[in-house]
């Protein structure tokens, strides 16, 4: 046979994702393949220990398992984690060491969505369950008889705290009990919905995971499958029975059932306006709309416009469910 065909063969198809268990690409023999993983666990132990729930940690310590998963298959990427959690709770107490199975988990499931050929949006939702489970187990610990009372009166403290700052809103005290009202009724509700504020982070952090993994993970070697265009982007038709179930338990006039009914939802509301943006940002590039006029169209509808506009966007995607505006403009969502 050729020496060129034999290359071939041996050359992955273009496009194709490299082998992942056991990966010795670029390695002289002789080379401690262990190396590279201790450091990343241990620079992984470090910044969450650092940083623990913070934003660096969030970023670098899920792609740093991502990473290491891909590299060394699963022996090492649970040897990376064992040992990451054991040494972020030895220099950052057990908030670090949760925090270290949390992030090693995220990165982790990132990596093997990917190694099984999952599509973006599987590896994205399957990268969100741990923080997603994490905030069901702080949700659960929170629901306490007295945690509610408690949490308003440390918030109460706070603003008290605040309030004896010099110039803080004035001097006048029926300015500060103003703000104080207010902020212990943003409190409230911040309260009811916890547990759909952390199932829009867990979303919003696996997204964000994806997109940089799309971006740095090339650069060695690591080839990441690509999110479709924002202007496709469509929720499962089926999400529609979540909005259904939301407002049965809304109109129940049971506390617990109308919580629950907040929080679904507040989770499909978010989608469906995550949805309604796309099908703007479809409409925006199909009138050929300049790019200063659709950052215009993003900041002023956005930012000067609400709440008005998320309505709107929310509405827009719900809508969009049953008459798909895009497959009227020629383009079917994903």
């Known amino acids: 046979m050729h020496a060129s065909e034999v290359n071939r063969e041996r050359e992955p198809e273009a496009g ?6 056991g990966d010795t690409r670029n390695r002289e023999p002789g080379h401690h393949r262990w190396g590279p993983l201790i450091v990343g666990s241990g620079l992984a132990a470090a910044t969450i220990a650092v940083f623990k729930m913070g934003f660096p940690a969030l970023i670098v310590a899920p792609l740093l398992f991502a990473w290491i ?3 060394y298959g699963t022996v090492g990427s649970l040897s990376a984690l064992g040992l990451s959690v054991v040494v972020a709770a030895g220099l950052g107490s057990l908030e670090g060491g949760v925090a270290a199975l949390t992030w090693g988990a995220t990165g982790t499931l990132l990596a093997w969505g990917h190694v099984k050929r999952w599509r973006p ?10 923080l997603v489970l994490l905030s069901a ?6 629901i306490r008889p007295d945690a509610r ?7 109460g403290a706070a603003i008290d705290e605040t309030a004896r700052l010099p110039n803080f809103l004035g001097s006048r005290p029926e300015d500060l009990e103003a703000a104080k009202h207010l902020v212990l009724g943003v409190g409230e509700v911040l309260w009811l919905v916890t547990p759909a504020m952390g199932f829009i982070s867990a979303a919003i952090l696996s997204f964000t995971l994806y997109r940089v993994a799309q971006w740095l993970f090339p650069k060695f070697g690591i080839d990441v499958r690509p999110v479709a265009p924002f202007g496709r982007w469509a929720v499962g038709e089926r999400f529609i029975w ?3 179930v939301g407002l049965v338990l809304e109109v129940s006039r049971v506390p617990s059932a109308m919580a629950a009914g907040h929080n679904l939802l507040l989770i499909a509301g978010f989608a469906y306006m995550v ?5 703007l940002r479809h409409l925006l590039e199909t009138r050929r709309v300049s790019k200063t006029g659709q950052v215009l169209v993003w900041v002023v509808g956005f930012l000067f416009l609400q709440p008005m506009s998320s309505v709107l966007a929310v509405a827009a995607g719900i ?7 895009r497959a009227r403009l020629g383009t079917h969502r994903v």
């Open 275 to 279: 949805q309604g943006a796309s099908v």
């Open 149 to 155: 009372a408690v949490f308003l009166s440390e918030l």
């Open 16 to 21: 194709a994702l490299p082998e992942i268990e």
């Open 69 to 71: 998963r891909i590299r």
């Open 242 to 244: 979540l909005v259904a």
């Open 137 to 142: 187990l702080q949700a659960t610990v929170l």
């Open 121 to 130: 949006s599987g590896v994205m939702g399957l990268s969100a369950v741990p």
């Open 319 to 325: 809508l969009d469910t049953w008459f798909d505006f």
